[in-house]
């Protein structure tokens, strides 16, 4: 009998999981049909001159659409997931249903766990297509725009400019072959030395590494010279070589002036990227956007902690679970905008810069979930005041 009951009991609790889950599909997938509208207009509206001009062909925007709806989606996610638990569970507390689960004994975290483990796929969906279609479509969109706004894709070759490593070298490099890899009139100051050293040598070629950023290169310098200087600068030792081979930490990209943007690299190679300066020279733009690709992700499993108490005290109208979507992705959005200038002005580490909202909201969710959770609270005044505005 015991087991009977068990059995029961479980297949009760699938059957539940499995009709809130249906009750977020349907705004879920609404929303980010309209979100992608939204945003999809929004790339419209800045290419109309472009299209107007003939500059850009409709074959050629309708690509540029393509290759940017996996950076369209990486956003959209959290926000559908936020409009879909309003909306889907505030339709379950307004028909009662809500109240039905509790009268049967279970938690509000239990009648919830469908809700958090959706918020938790959403995020998942979103990192994987932030790791691997957008960097890639990025990239080719990118290049599309630059081929409409200069008439080429292909980045010009770097001749004649100073670059450094990760270490204290820095290098010059009179010419760049990247077809055959070779490199012409090579000069490189090393400091990391007691004594500072300097090679020059005729010629190069660049072996790049088997995976990007993760190891330095090897270059094969030929027809050189390396000197040692003293402290007046004045040279100590000198010997001529045939061929030497130095391990270097700068990529091809960076010779061909090929260099990727934050946004065409994926987490793993922006974490490489990181490695090669100290931990107080990080570039503040590109630690925060590392951050960023998994703060913005996790924030559907954020906007799931907020919402889903949230959606409690907003069951009266659909109108009202809307209005509610709308000041909150203000709210989050402003927050983020604040945290990246302070991140950028270095008044906060890149860190906290990335993670403020969703650490914000989610003090908020959590905050929330256990009033609701010790009973049945009266409703916070800005949503009483909101309630009264729209009877």
Same mark, same amino acid.
């Given at each position: 009998? !015991?087991?009977?009951?068990?059995?029961? *009991?479980?297949?009760?609790?699938?059957?539940?999981?499995?009709?809130?889950?249906?009750?977020?599909?349907?705004?879920?997938?609404? #929303?980010?049909?309209?979100?992608?509208?939204? *945003?999809?207009?929004?790339?419209?509206?800045?290419?109309?001159?472009?299209?107007?001009?003939?500059?850009?062909?409709?074959?050629?925007?309708?690509?540029?659409?393509?290759?940017?709806?996996?950076?369209?989606?990486?956003?959209?996610?959290?926000?559908?997931?936020?409009?879909?638990?309003?909306?889907?569970?505030?339709?379950?507390?307004?028909?009662?249903?809500?109240?039905?689960?509790?009268?049967?004994?279970?938690?509000?975290?239990?009648?919830?766990?469908?809700?958090?483990?959706?918020?938790?796929?959403?995020? !998942?969906?979103?990192?994987?297509?932030?790791?691997?279609?957008? %960097?890639?479509?990025?990239?080719?969109?990118?290049?599309?725009?630059?081929?409409?706004?200069?008439?080429?894709?292909?980045?010009?070759?770097?001749?004649?400019?100073?670059?450094?490593?990760?270490?204290?070298?820095?290098?010059?490099?009179?010419?760049?072959?990247?077809?055959?890899?070779?490199?012409?009139?090579?000069?490189?100051?090393?400091?990391?030395?007691?004594?500072?050293?300097?090679?020059?040598?005729?010629?190069?070629?660049?072996?790049?590494?088997?995976?990007?950023?993760?190891?330095?290169?090897?270059?094969?310098?030929?027809?050189?010279?390396?000197?040692?200087?003293?402290?007046?600068?004045?040279?100590?030792?000198?010997?001529?070589?045939?061929?030497?081979?130095?391990?270097?930490?700068?990529?091809?990209?960076?010779?061909?002036?090929?260099?990727?943007? %934050?946004?065409?690299?994926?987490?793993?190679?922006?974490?490489?990227?990181?490695?090669?300066?100290?931990?107080?020279?990080? %570039?503040?733009?590109?630690?925060?956007?590392?951050?960023?690709?998994?703060?913005?992700?996790?924030?559907?499993?954020?906007?799931?902690?907020?919402?889903?108490?949230?959606?409690?005290?907003?069951?009266?109208?659909?109108?009202?679970?809307?209005?509610?979507?709308?000041?909150?992705?203000?709210?989050?959005?402003?927050?983020?905008?604040? #945290?990246?200038?302070?991140?950028?002005?270095?008044?906060?580490?890149?860190? *906290?810069?990335?993670?403020?909202?969703?650490?914000?909201?989610?003090?908020?969710?959590?905050?929330?979930?256990?009033?609701?959770?010790?009973?049945?609270?009266?409703?916070?005044? %800005?949503?009483?005041?909101?309630?009264?505005?729209?009877?």
């Amino acid at each position: 009998m !015991g087991r009977y009951v068990s059995v029961s *009991l479980t297949l009760g609790l699938r059957i539940a999981d499995r009709y809130v889950t249906r009750e977020l599909l349907g705004p879920f997938f609404l #929303g980010v049909g309209g979100f992608i509208v939204v *945003l999809a207009g929004d790339i419209l509206y800045t290419l109309a001159e472009f299209l107007a001009t003939g500059q850009i062909r409709l074959g050629v925007l309708l690509a540029l659409l393509a290759y940017k709806l996996p950076a369209i989606l990486v956003v959209t996610f959290p926000v559908s997931t936020l409009f879909a638990i309003l909306l889907g569970v505030g339709r379950l507390a307004r028909d009662r249903e809500v109240q039905a689960f509790r009268l049967a004994g279970r938690s509000l975290t239990r009648i919830f766990l469908p809700v958090l483990l959706f918020a938790a796929v959403m995020a !998942g969906a979103g990192f994987a297509t932030n790791e691997f279609f957008a %960097p890639w479509a990025n990239q080719r969109a990118n290049a599309l725009l630059r081929r409409a706004a200069f008439g080429e894709a292909g980045p010009l070759i770097r001749q004649q400019v100073f670059f450094r490593d990760s270490g204290d070298r820095v290098f010059y490099v009179e010419q760049v072959d990247s077809s055959r890899k070779t490199l012409r009139n090579v000069m490189i100051y090393d400091a990391s030395r007691p004594l500072p050293r300097v090679i020059t040598a005729r010629e190069a070629s660049w072996e790049p590494s088997r995976e990007a950023f993760a190891e330095p290169s090897l270059w094969r310098l030929r027809d050189g010279v390396v000197r040692e200087l003293d402290e007046q600068g004045f040279t100590r030792f000198e010997t001529r070589f045939a061929s030497l081979d130095l391990a270097v930490a700068v990529e091809e990209a960076t010779l061909t002036g090929d260099e990727r943007r %934050p946004d065409e690299m994926t987490a793993r190679e922006l974490q490489s990227r990181l490695r090669l300066f100290s931990p107080g020279d990080l %570039p503040p733009r590109l630690a925060m956007e590392f951050h960023r690709r998994f703060a913005v992700p996790l924030t559907s499993v954020v906007f799931a902690l907020l919402a889903a108490p949230l959606s409690l005290h907003v069951a009266q109208g659909r109108f009202l679970s809307i209005g509610i979507s709308i000041v909150l992705l203000f709210i989050y959005y402003a927050v983020m905008s604040i #945290g990246r200038a302070l991140g950028a002005t270095g008044a906060v580490t890149p860190a *906290l810069a990335a993670w403020l909202p969703n650490l914000l909201f989610s003090l908020g969710g959590l905050t929330m979930w256990a009033r609701v959770e010790g009973g049945w609270p009266r409703p916070l005044l %800005p949503i009483a005041a909101l309630r009264k505005l729209v009877r």
